[in-house]
């Protein structure tokens, strides 16, 4: 399916045509716990089942068992200002099942990230229990005001 316009055929050189349809696909990181040879995707509104089907076998060599969609509704919102109310766009999601063999892990981009944050976290607390320690042992020393403690 596509609805782009191309040249109409004139006489002469062969023309260059390329088809390209109007399906896209995302893959999406799912909101519920899965087993791990199920993938989700958001799809175009216009596929069915066995477009997605196809999609995945003849591009990109996926072999397929399963293939459910549902249409997830979007988010409504009312302004609170001038009372109107707004919709986002309804997403058609596909769950695609790979055989039992297969496994799908979402990769992790950010594991660097993350583990400098953890790092950060860490030195964090490290610091804190010092602070701690420092005022417990401080605490009970003559000439000291006995407002700060924690």
Same mark, same amino acid.
């Given at each position: ?5 191309y ?27 899965? !087993?791990p040879?199920? &993938? ?7 596929? @069915? /089942?066995? +477009? ?10 996926? !072999?397929?068992?399963? &293939? ?7 988010? @409504? /919102?009312? +302004? ?28 992790d ?42």
């Amino acid at each position: 399916m596509s609805t782009r316009w191309y040249p109409i055929y004139q006489r002469g050189n062969p023309q260059l045509r390329v088809f390209l349809p109007n399906f896209w696909m995302k893959l999406i990181r799912p909101t519920e716990e899965q !087993p791990p040879n199920v &993938v989700t995707f958001s799809v175009s509104m216009e596929m @069915t /089942k066995y +477009d997605v089907r196809s999609y995945l076998e003849k591009i990109y060599k996926l !072999p397929v068992v399963d &293939v459910r969609t549902r249409i997830a509704l979007g988010e @409504t /919102k009312k +302004d609170q200002t001038y009372g109107y109310i707004t919709k986002k766009d309804d997403v058609k999601l596909a769950y695609v099942t790979l055989p039992r063999e297969e496994s799908f892990v979402f990769p992790d981009f950010f594991s660097e990230k993350a583990e400098k944050q953890a790092q950060e976290e860490k030195s964090l607390d490290e610091s804190k229990a010092g602070f701690r320690r420092f005022l417990d042992r401080n605490k009970k020393r003559p000439g000291t005001p006995g407002w700060f403690s924690i």
